[in-house]
């Protein structure tokens, strides 16, 4: 098998690279935010989860746009993937230091929400253009 599997379904390639890859990028850099806004004490109130979500709409627009995809079907798979890892490495990263409490935050489930939401939303962000229009 080759680093591409077909999926017959929607006539498209897994990519394997950005599956895995993605999730890791929104992991990290919603963890290196979040533990910048801890170091400065920029924690409390409402303005820290704004800037947050401000954050994960970014680099979950960046990665659903990186796909490179023209429909929100075909990020799909892409996007549920994502969330999934990134509860996995909340659970490997997160739950040793904060406990299991961790999922009874309504924002955590939030953050799984608008990681499987932000990318398929994606491909709808690009400006068209002539050739794109004509396809």
């Not at 489930?109 to 939303?121: A, D, E, K, R, S």
Request: net charge neutral; hydrophobic share 55%; aromatic share 18%.
């Amino acid at each position: 098998m080759c680093l591409h599997s077909r999926n017959i379904a929607h006539n498209t390639e897994v990519k394997y690279g950005p599956l895995v890859g993605w999730g890791f990028v929104i992991y990290a850099t919603m963890f290196i935010a979040w533990s910048g806004f801890v170091m400065y004490g920029f924690t409390e109130g409402i303005l820290p989860r704004f800037a947050g979500l401000a954050v994960l709409v970014g680099v979950a627009t960046i990665a659903g746009r990186a796909l490179r995809f023209h429909t929100w079907t075909d990020a799909l798979p892409y996007s549920l993937f994502w969330a999934v890892e990134v509860a996995l490495l909340d659970i490997v990263f997160s739950v040793p230091f904060t406990g299991w409490q961790l999922f009874f935050d309504w924002n955590i489930w939030v953050g799984y929400i608008l990681v499987v939401c932000i990318p398929v939303l994606a491909p709808y962000t690009r400006a068209i253009t002539s050739k794109s229009a004509e396809r």
